[in-house]
């Protein structure tokens, strides 16, 4: 009986440990190896047209582009850009939300944000 106990109670011990060691992962301890947002460096070329290829052009390219909106050249996406319907359709005010599955990432919008605020330039 005293066995039976002993050897519960280094279940017990056991038990504790693993659930105690549950949240140890990369994510949780070093939250900045996985969500750092690059806002320093935000250019055209190497942040906004490679989230709009990924997120947007597979509706927005070509001559049957969604809602008449094609987001392939930087001309056509400074147009939409400067008109403010490109923040108003990533934060769906007033628009539909774009993309239509979800909103893209905070870091992502914000990065959007910061690239029209200094000026939209080809860079
Ligand atoms: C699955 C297809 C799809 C994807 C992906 C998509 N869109 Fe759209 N988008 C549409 C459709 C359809 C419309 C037309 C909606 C309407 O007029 O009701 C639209 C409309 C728009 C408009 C015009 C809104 C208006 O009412 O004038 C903008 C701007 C826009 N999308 C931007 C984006 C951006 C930026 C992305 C990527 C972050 C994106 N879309 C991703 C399908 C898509």
New binding site residues.
């Given amino acids: 009986m005293k066995r039976l106990l002993i050897s519960l109670a280094c279940f017990g011990v056991f038990l504790i440990f693993f659930v105690s060691c549950y949240y140890d992962n990369e994510e949780a301890l070093y939250p900045t190896l996985t969500n750092t947002c690059d806002t320093t460096n935000v250019t055209y070329s190497v942040t906004i047209a490679p ?2 290829s990924n ?6 390219s070509g001559s049957a582009a ?4 094609s ?1 392939t050249s930087y001309s056509s996406v400074q147009t ?1 850009a400067s008109s403010g ?2 923040i ?3 934060t769906g005010s ?3 939300i ?4 979800g909103a ?1 990432s905070a870091c992502k919008v914000t990065q959007v944000r910061i690239w029209i605020k200094a000026g939209m330039l080809n860079n």
């Fill in positions: 989230i709009l997120n947007c052009t597979v509706c927005h969604s809602g008449g909106i987001l939409v319907l490109l108003n359709a990533l007033g628009v539909p774009m993309p239509i599955s893209l």
